[in-house]
């Protein structure tokens, strides 16, 4: 049983050499990849999203103390 569990740990520290060899070679693809968000972000669509996601917590900031000031009044 116990050697079953070192060998599992070998196979699994084998794995990660491997990984960092291929992570610097991930980067060179993925220099592509951030360049394709670019063009998706000319999208009108895309962009309303992003103002709207920027927006909603701008908006919600200032009702909360509003809302938070009429509380008290009330009571």
């Given at each position: 049983?116990?050697?079953?569990?070192?060998?599992?740990?070998?196979c699994?520290?084998?794995?990660?050499?491997?990984?960092?060899?291929?992570?610097?070679?991930?980067p060179?693809p993925?220099?592509?990849?951030?360049?394709?968000?670019?063009?998706?972000?000319?999208?009108?669509?895309?962009?309303?999203?992003?103002?709207?996601?920027?927006?909603?917590?701008?908006?919600?900031?200032?009702?909360?103390?509003?809302?938070?000031?009429?509380?008290?009044?009330?009571?």
């Open positions: 049983m116990s050697a079953v569990k070192v060998n599992k740990r070998i699994s520290c084998n794995p990660r050499p491997t990984r960092v060899q291929t992570s610097p070679v991930q060179n993925a220099q592509p990849s951030p360049a394709q968000p670019s063009p998706v972000q000319l999208r009108p669509g895309k962009l309303n999203l992003a103002h709207l996601k920027s927006e909603e917590p701008g908006l919600a900031q200032p009702s909360t103390p509003q809302l938070s000031q009429t509380q008290p009044n009330q009571s």
